[in-house]
């Protein structure tokens, strides 16, 4: 693997162990092996360490890949992972190389955020056993996220800034980005097609729906009692949708639809739908005062990490980093 391996960087996300503490593996990744694979300065990064971390990932890539895209896609992803874990280990001794320190009350802190995810104390313990994680090697982990943390925060976020001119640029350059498409706040009622009730009896009972309704028959009251849709229960109550939301069918009908205005039959893959348009909002562009704390945010994140890759190249040159 290259040393000169682009990383991208997200502080919210880099804790690994927050990913791999909740998720079930798969047998192909159940025996962990501890074999060292990459050494950086005096940091390690084990066998151990990129399974953990490529278990949910391998759950959700087995569901959407096969063969050997599958094997492709985990190669890659395993590739970014460990170069993810060797700018970590690369910041973490520099944070001890400068001696940042770290509190016990701090590292408690963490924790407390992460038990916030259960509903009891017990129900993290037992997180904890079924993963095979000490909660003393939890702590360690967020240690080391913490003096992470901190020494990103003194090199990088503290030196860094955005003038007022840069957020109205970014704005005045980026207006699609807060544009919000028009949206309609819509019911539904779908009638399956199914073995039971075939094409022919599903389009017979959609249009005996469709004449109880042309008729002033409350579309709520009917949609609970035929609708097969899931929006059902709330009397096809859908909400608010944007355009471009709906397959492209559905997208075309409900937007050509005025307020008030209810369709036809339309029929798709899924079966039989009929829509009643109760609301429409006309697209609009976000105002810059309401957008700027969101500019800010963009901004701030691309130069830090933009800084953040160029220190990282920085901490290479006088690293060493050896691949097993």
Known sequence: MSKRARFVFSSATIVFVAVFLFCAAPSAFTEVVDKILVIVNDEIITQGEVDRIMIPIYIQYKNLYSGQE????????????????????????????????VTDEEVEQRIEEIKKNFSSDEEFEQALLKEDIALGSLKKKHRERILIDKIIDAEIRGKVSVSPSELVEFYETNKEKFREPQ?????????KVSEKRPEKESLKLAKTVLRRLEEG??????????????????????GWVREGE????????????????????????????????EEKKPSSTMEFNSAKPMIEQITMNKKIQEKLGQWIENLKKDAYIAFR
Not at 183 to 191: A, D, E, G, P
Not at 249 to 277: R, W
């Open 70 to 101: 599958l094997t492709e896609k985990l190669d890659e992803v395993r590739r970014n992972v460990i170069a993810r874990l060797v700018q970590d280990m690369l910041l973490l001794s520099e944070a001890k190389k400068r001696e940042v320190e």
């Open 183 to 191: 949206k309609v706040k819509v019911k539904s009622i779908l009638i």
């Open 217 to 238: 028959g409350d579309f709520g009251l009917l949609a609970q009692e035929y609708s097969d849709g899931p929006y059902a229960e709330s009397g096809g109550q859908m």
């Open 246 to 277: 709906l397959m492209d069918k559905l997208n075309d009908l409900v937007f050509s639809l005025d307020e008030n205005e209810m369709s036809g039959i339309l029929k798709t893959k899924l079966g039989f739908h009929i829509f009643l348009v």
